[in-house]
């Protein structure tokens, strides 16, 4: 598989600037050797203080988690409250230290420093895509919760014991905002804007970093708590422990990203995608309190090329479910599946190759692969045959085949 080979890769290319065993993580710069001391867990101090938090990201993935379950809580849905929510406006949340807060989901969706610092309108349209899938939800959704669902009408339908709610397409949109948003907010502020070289190394955070110079009343410094903010968009949830998320990886209660690389991990063909990215994060934290920053770029090309086989893996997971489920007249499971297929078709366009330094597939093209599944009826038209073209396409994108993904 393509990914088990990346870091080898890395190696190679820094011509073993940075390579070193797991045992000794000695790095060799030139005629330079220094020695990069990882913790066994993301704990990191200065004068007995830690000088790791990330308390915007906690607060962001609170409010994403809050918003979702509101798309289905009909008895206190309108469309204001959902855009209120998504730009924390009027007090929308149960949770008063989320109103009173400066923090919002609209300001950081696609927002990166690598993506949108010069495309405002590309990030004006998806974040009005956001809204669109809230007004829907309202306007189409809850006038039908008690309708029966058929092509052309939103309404409810069983899967199993459950009842999901869609549109006429057969297109949840709550699942399409909380997968899409994994890729538009989580992913993009992660890969694209915190572990980049543009912030990281930002006017003086270099000079500052090799001195010790830390934000003013802080204990870190600027460039030690980017990395952090990175951190945070994938371990931030309440549930998952700063120090040692992989403690609970099959036992929290994130249900963004720290919920799938989960799930992608307990595939056999990815079952080290977990542990390698939490080394990486260690590491790369590690180089930089010894200030080798070529280290820390190669870890962050790990992180990124795994963060963003996420939505890979998951795509096709979800679009080959909903195949077999459509296959077996069990429209309900097939429309949930395809829903999250297409919420993490979406997010690919926010992953990002290490090698190219843009995302796996454009976003013209998977607008493409959207239209095509939501093209007329939707999903109650949408063939076996279109679902094993557009996996086959993601796989080829990313080096991976179909059949590896369970």
């Given at each position: 598989m393509k990914k088990l080979f990346f870091p080898a890769l890395v190696c190679t290319a820094l011509f073993f600037n940075s390579c070193s065993s797991d045992d000794d993580n000695q790095v060799i710069d030139g005629d330079i050797e220094d020695q990069i001391e990882v913790p066994a867990t993301y704990s990191f101090t200065r004068a007995g203080e830690s000088t790791v938090t990330y308390t915007g990201q906690t607060t962001r993935i609170a409010m994403a988690k809050e918003l979702k379950?509101?798309?289905?809580?009909?008895?206190?849905?309108?469309?204001?409250?959902l855009l209120d929510m998504?730009?924390?406006?009027?007090?929308?949340?149960?949770?008063?230290?989320?109103?009173?807060?400066?923090?919002?989901?609209?300001?950081?969706?696609?927002?990166?420093?690598?993506?949108?610092?010069?495309?405002?309108?590309?990030?004006?349209?998806?974040?009005?895509?956001?809204?669109?899938?809230?007004?829907?939800?309202?306007?189409e959704v809850l006038p039908n919760q008690n309708t029966q669902a058929a092509a052309g009408v939103a309404g409810q339908i069983a899967q199993g014991d459950r009842t999901r709610f869609v549109s006429g397409k057969g297109l949840e949109y709550n699942q399409m905002y909380a997968k899409s948003l994994m890729g538009a907010l989580l992913a993009d502020q992660m890969l694209n804007k915190y572990l980049s070289p543009t912030v990281l190394d930002e006017g003086d955070n270099r000079v500052n970093n090799e001195n010790e110079i830390t934000e003013e009343g802080k204990s870190y410094t600027t460039m030690e708590h980017k990395w952090d903010e990175a951190y945070g968009y994938l371990y931030g949830d309440p549930s998952v422990p700063t120090a040692n998320p992989m403690s609970v990886l099959d036992d929290n209660e994130d249900s963004f990203l720290f919920n799938y690389i989960r799930q992608v991990a307990a595939d056999d063909d990815f079952n080290g995608l977990a542990q390698e990215t939490f080394d990486a994060f260690k590491k790369g934290r590690a180089a930089i309190a010894v200030?080798?920053?070529?280290?820390?770029d190669a870890q962050a090309a790990i992180i990124k090329e795994n963060i963003s086989l996420i939505f890979a893996v998951r795509a096709i997971h979800y679009l080959q479910s909903g195949k077999e489920s459509l296959a077996n007249n069990e429209m309900g499971a097939a429309f949930h599946s395809l829903s999250e297929g297409l919420g993490f078709l979406y997010s690919i366009q926010f992953s990002q190759n290490p090698s190219t330094g843009g995302a796996y597939l454009s976003a013209s093209e998977l607008e493409t692969y959207k239209n095509d599944l939501l093209t007329n009826n939707g999903f109650w038209d949408v063939s076996g045959e279109k679902l094993d073209e557009i996996s086959q396409a993601v796989a080829n994108a990313y080096g991976i085949s179909v059949d590896q993904v369970d």
């Open positions: 379950t509101a798309f289905t809580d009909f008895d206190n849905l309108t469309a204001m409250r998504f730009s924390n406006e009027n007090s929308p949340f149960s949770e008063e230290n989320l109103n009173s807060s400066s923090k919002s989901l609209k300001s950081k969706v696609a927002s990166s420093a690598d993506y949108f610092s010069t495309n405002s309108a590309a990030s004006a349209a998806i974040k009005a895509e956001f809204e669109v899938w809230m007004n829907a939800q309202y306007e200030n080798n920053y070529e280290v820390r």
